[in-house]
């Protein structure tokens, strides 16, 4: 592709995010994001932008009248005669809605018990989801959501830790696994190291955790904490 | 959670914003409520598309509200013009968000809109919250269309330059 057809794409992508491609020119368009990844990936570039204008100006908001609910409730109810023929369709499509609500829904407003400060995604690469995600609110509390991680293997579990800038991983107790969900305080200690060096990771002990105090079996994840802006999608 | 629960908690939460970007968009109820059905429906078939590359997924959200607005907003143009053989009537007139508080709001934005040339980031603005088009934004300005256009388009330009500096 020309150097300047690139441009022009790019700018015909912003347009169409921000709204001021048209009627035909913004049909065609539409026609050639079907084709086009890299189009596509324009388009995503500047949804990601401006959608940040939300975030930084007054918006309206209004609770919409109870009928909008009401027809959408009626239109999703689903037809017997379609279950029984794509009876996986069903479980794909709440699978994927549970995890969209779940990350859709999870950070309060800043100031807001439980407004978190930093999250960590224990995530292999090229993993379809996270293992855990974790968030550190800001009255010291860990929480911990399982996500992507099914079962522990027989006799193990997971332990989490920090580590601090120096010295040894701090102790912190076994993970949940198969969506399950925990949450533990922190104690000074604990919560000052973890701000300070922004580290966890997850070692495979015996059930029960290590015997040790000190991480006894391979460590299998491990990751920073980040700014939740700095996650998008989680 | 069951994923009906979870879906009515996701409407509940998040269908006020998007009812609101949608009569900031359509200045107009009953067409409001329409898309943020179509918008809720689409999401309920499509949640397993969003990934992070759309941005968060409230982002990813108000994404489908407003394409389908921009959509309704061809289709309210249209029947104007089939009408009346009048152009661009009440989709001139600022929204329910007062205009003049959102402008006077985003000069001290520190981001790289806050540092755009105030008509630039103006007409930016007004077509991103608004729904202006081009002919409707140089109306409202009293500039040439062609003069619109360009604000716009350095206006992004500036702003990738900025965002990616």
């Given at each position: 592709m020309k150097p300047d057809h690139n441009r022009r794409n790019k700018m015909l992508a912003a347009e169409y995010v921000l709204g001021t491609l048209r009627a035909g020119a913004r049909r065609r368009f539409e026609r050639w994001l079907l084709e086009s990844a890299e189009l596509r990936r324009d388009v995503w570039y500047w949804e990601r932008r401006l959608g940040r204008l939300q975030e930084s100006l007054p918006v309206m908001e209004q609770t919409p009248p109870e009928r909008v609910w009401r027809n959408i409730r009626r239109r999703l109810s689903p037809e017997p005669a379609r279950r029984a023929r794509d009876w996986w369709r069903p479980l794909a499509a709440a699978a994927a809605i549970a995890a969209l609500v779940f990350v859709a829904l999870r950070f309060g407003a800043p100031g807001e018990r439980g407004h978190i400060d930093f999250v960590a995604v224990m995530k292999k690469a090229g993993a379809p989801e996270p293992a855990w995600v974790i968030d550190l609110e800001h009255d010291d509390s860990l929480v911990v959501r399982a996500l992507g991680i099914g079962r522990k293997p027989s006799g193990k579990d997971f332990q989490l830790w920090i580590l601090p800038p120096s010295g040894a991983p701090l102790a912190l107790p076994v993970l949940p696994v198969n969506g399950g969900e925990r949450r533990f305080a922190l104690d000074a200690e604990q919560a000052r190291s973890l701000r300070a060096g922004r580290r966890l990771a997850v070692s495979l002990e015996p059930r029960g955790g290590s015997?040790?105090?000190?991480?006894?079996?391979?460590?299998v994840y491990s990751a920073r904490l980040r700014a939740p802006a700095d996650h998008p999608g989680v | 959670m069951g994923d009906n629960a979870a879906f009515e908690r996701l409407y509940r939460q998040c269908s006020p914003r998007l009812y609101g970007i949608c009569l900031q968009l359509l200045r107009e109820g009953a067409e409001a409520e329409d898309v943020v059905q179509e918008t809720f429906i689409r999401i309920w078939h499509?949640?397993?598309?969003?990934?992070?590359e759309r941005g968060s997924p409230l982002n990813w959200m108000i994404t489908i509200a407003r394409y389908r607005c921009l959509d309704h907003l061809r289709r309210q143009q249209v029947d104007l013009r089939a009408r009346s053989?009048?152009?661009?009537?009440?989709?001139?007139q600022p929204g329910p968000l007062d205009m003049s508080q959102m402008l006077s709001q985003s000069r001290l934005l520190d981001d790289c809109i806050g540092k755009l040339e105030e008509r630039q980031r103006t007409s930016i603005l007004m077509a991103y919250f608004h729904g202006l088009s081009h002919g409707q934004l140089a109306r409202r300005m009293g500039k040439p269309l062609g003069t619109v256009k360009s604000w716009i388009r350095r206006g992004m330009m500036d702003l990738r330059r900025c965002i990616e500096a």
């Open positions: 015997p040790t105090g000190e991480p006894s079996g391979p460590v | 499509s949640a397993g598309d969003y990934h992070e053989g009048l152009v661009g009537t009440d989709n001139d």
